[in-house]
């Protein structure tokens, strides 16, 4: 089995440097990152993903954890950050909460175990209390769709509240004054921010 041995040899420099080449080129001339190129082709020479995450402490892993892969909305997301995953040398881990929050723990737990880069995250937002789980991650998160208070993590989502008040405004446009709203289970963000733009 090719190594990086062989690699180093190949291209006539040092061990550190082809780790160089490979993982921080901007550190190497670039003449050295073409000889280490050539090299790996030369060779075949295949880096060991696991060997480079126990060393590195992350991996090249990028964790999905979300509460209905069925949802064609989710489906949809799942093949952007897909596509823009693999851009950047990165696999997606994909996962089902099956909308337990039990189950979301468990996984997140799982992913911090296999250093992940980072999660992306769709809560199961109804929890009995603050969900611990999520406060003391390691790893970077990403929540999507629903926002939780308290959580150390960046929000993507849509303004639901915008959206429901904007709705409003063109049924009443058209002179219709009794308006039903039916925005989800209580107790999610979404549905609250459906019911505050409704009430706007």
Known sequence: MTTIRDVARVAGVSISTVSLALNAPSRVSAETVRKVEAAIEQTGYAANPVARSLKRGRSNLIGVVMTDVTNPFFGSLLLVIEGIAAE?????????????????????????????????????GLYEGPPAHMFKLKMPLVLIDQRIEGAKADFVGTDNALATAMLCEHLIQFRHRDIASIGGAAGLYTAAMRTAGVLH
């Open 88 to 124: 950047n040398g990165y696999l997606v881990l994909l996962s089902d909460t099956r909308g337990s929050a039990r189950i979301e723990a468990d996984l997140l737990a799982l992913m911090s175990a296999h250093m992940v880069a980072g999660v992306i995250l769709s809560p199961v």
